[in-house]
C-alpha cells in the first residue's frame, strides 16, 4: 500500500501560480502510474494530469494544457504539479493518485478514478478573480 500525502496548496489571484506536492511513501516502485485530480464544489472528480514513474510523456487534460506542468522525482518518491496563469475555474480539491501501471492491462497510464488504489487527502486551491 502506498501513503500520498499532499502539500502547497492556498489562495492566489488569477494569473498567479501554485505548486503542488505529493510524497509518496510505502511500497511505491518504479513501474507506476501517478496523477493529479481534482474536484470542484457539486462537481465530479476530474483528471488533470497523469505521469508514468518509469518514465515517458505527461499527459494533460485540455483544460489545463500549456499551464500546469507535472513531474516526478524518483529518488525522492515526490510528485508535483506546476499551475501557471491560473483560473477561477481552476479553484478546487486537488488530489494525487497512484496506482501500478499494471492496473492498466495496455500499459498506459489514464485517468480512470476506480483504477487508482492510493489516494492522497486533498490540498484545497483557491483562485480569485
Known amino acids: 500500500q502506498v501513503q500520498l500525502v499532499e502539500s502547497g496548496g492556498g489562495s492566489v489571484q488569477a494569473g498567479g501560480s501554485l505548486q503542488l506536492s505529493c510524497t509518496a511513501s510505502?511500497?511505491?516502485?518504479?513501474?507506476?502510474?501517478m496523477a493529479w485530480f481534482r474536484q470542484a464544489p457539486g462537481k465530479e472528480r476530474e483528471g488533470v494530469a497523469h505521469?508514468?514513474?518509469?518514465?515517458?510523456?505527461?499527459y494533460y487534460d485540455d483544460s489545463v494544457k500549456g499551464r500546469f506542468t507535472i513531474s516526478h522525482d524518483k529518488d525522492k518518491k515526490i510528485l508535483y504539479l506546476l499551475m501557471n496563469s491560473l483560473k477561477p475555474e481552476d479553484t478546487a480539491m486537488y488530489y494525487c493518485a497512484a496506482v501500478p501501471i499494471s492496473a492498466y492491462s495496455d500499459y498506459v497510464c489514464g485517468f480512470r478514478r476506480d483504477k487508482y488504489d492510493s489516494w492522497g487527502q486533498g490540498t484545497q486551491v483557491t483562485v480569485s478573480s
Open positions: 505521469i508514468y514513474t518509469g518514465g515517458g510523456n505527461a
Open positions: 510505502g511500497a511505491i516502485y518504479a513501474a507506476y502510474c
